[in-house]
Structure formats: structure tokens, C-alpha cells
């Protein structure tokens, strides 16, 4: 059954520690996305990987780190340098073709949430 | 710097009712726009993806119209039914392939 996995569902996180959250997919896709949701609020894009061992910042990725070892994990990992990490995170995959029209398959989320 | 503006931020409406939803952007130089449904708590579902060539695209209920020219794109829903209550956001890609996401759009649909 082919997907995207995020987990935890929820994650809680204390005052000055750096949580990871875990994205894998077994699509086969190239690119992998990290985005965050505030309540009322667009996604906004963290990082993306468009091929193994490489990534870039996105529009808000400070206080925020990535990696990208295999094909299909990308992993993020909130250090406590980010003062404001309470949001839904959302991870997503686009397969890498180059075709027009391609589009992004998004994940079913993990919820943060600051002890 | 493109912005994607969504009106409005929040709707209800009696089921069985026709409705639009709108995503304005600032700058006409897209690729794609692509409309999700997004349910509490959980991932997005693609809806429709407009193609920058394209006028509209169309799935069953659902109409999705594009104008480059006016910075405009409306997604048309008929016949509501209470299943289609969710959030409805639209996204825009400019040649990159990275989304620029509206505010969204809450649709409550009443039995």
C-alpha cells in the first residue's frame, strides 16, 4: 500500500529540546517537502529535497534542520532554537519527472505541541 | 513577491446549495494552481490542478476556473452535501515547483 507516513500523530516537546519528526515514503518519488500549518494560516514551506543528499531552505527554516540519506525519509528535526514550535506539520512527496502538472502527495500530519 | 489571498475565511451553507470559492494572486506568472481539501486535523487531498494553459478543469461536483489575466481562480461547488464540509485551500506554482498556499477557505455545510 503506497504512501506517505508521518509519526508521531502528536509529539510533545519540553522547554530546550530538539524533537524529530519522522516522514517516509514508498512512493518512489525524488522530492520530499516539510511544511507548517498555524490555525487560520496557509502552509508554509520549511524545507524541500529535490534528490538525496541534498536540501534547501525554504520561506521559514530557522530553527529547523533536515537530512536527507535515503530516497525515502526526510526527517526534521524543531532544535530549540525555534521559540514558536506549536503547529501541525505536514511532510509531502512529488514524484520528480519534470512534467507539467506534477503534483505534491501530502502526509497525514504530526501535530507539536510545547509542554 | 506572489500572494495568494483566499475570500472568504470561513462559509456555511444550507445543504443542497450551489457555491464558489475564491483564490486571488498578486502575480500571473504561474505554473500551475491546484485545489485541496483538507479535513481537521489531517493531510490534503488534491481536487483539481489547473494547468496555466488551462481555463478549467472539472470532477464530478466540483468546477475549477483559471484567469491568468485577472489573478483569478474559483472553485465551483454543486449541490453541497454535508460530507464537503473541510477546509479548501488553493496553491500556485511559478517554475519551481515549490506551492504558495492560500489562507484557506472553512466550508460548513448544514443538514
Known amino acids: 500500500d503506497g504512501g506517505i507516513t508521518q509519526s508521531p500523530k502528536y509529539l510533545f516537546r519540553k522547554e530546550g529540546q530538539n524533537v524529530t519528526l519522522s516522514c517516509e515514503q514508498n512512493l518512489n518519488h525524488d522530492a520530499m517537502y516539510w511544511y507548517r500549518q498555524d490555525p487560520g494560516q496557509g502552509l508554509r514551506l520549511i524545507y524541500y529535497s529535490q534528490i538525496v543528499n541534498d536540501f534547501q531552505k525554504g520561506d521559514i527554516a530557522e530553527g529547523y534542520s533536515v537530512s536527507r540519506e535515503k530516497k525515502e525519509s526526510f526527517p526534521l528535526t524543531v532544535t530549540s532554537a525555534q521559540k514558536n514550535p506549536t503547529a501541525f506539520y505536514l511532510c509531502?512527496?512529488?514524484?520528480?519527472?519534470?512534467?507539467?502538472?506534477?503534483?505534491?502527495?501530502f502526509g497525514p500530519g504530526t501535530r507539536l505541541l510545547v509542554l | 513577491k506572489q500572494e495568494v489571498t483566499q475570500i472568504p475565511a470561513a462559509l456555511s451553507v444550507p445543504e443542497g446549495e450551489n457555491l464558489v470559492l475564491n483564490c486571488s494572486f498578486t502575480?500571473?506568472?504561474?505554473?500551475?494552481l491546484q485545489w485541496f481539501r483538507q479535513d481537521p486535523g489531517k493531510g490534503l487531498t488534491s481536487l483539481l490542478l489547473i494547468q496555466s494553459s488551462q481555463r478549467e478543469q472539472t470532477s464530478g461536483r466540483l468546477n475549477a476556473s483559471l484567469d491568468k489575466s485577472s489573478g483569478r481562480s474559483t472553485l465551483y461547488i454543486a449541490a453541497s452535501q454535508p460530507g464537503d464540509s473541510a477546509t479548501y485551500l488553493c496553491?500556485?506554482?511559478?517554475?519551481?515547483?515549490?506551492?504558495?498556499f492560500g489562507t484557506g477557505t472553512r466550508l460548513k455545510v448544514l443538514a
Open positions: 509531502a512527496s512529488r514524484p520528480g519527472t519534470g512534467r507539467v502538472g506534477e503534483t505534491q502527495y
Open positions: 502575480d500571473s506568472a504561474i505554473y500551475n
Open positions: 496553491a500556485l506554482t511559478s517554475g519551481t515547483y515549490k506551492y504558495i
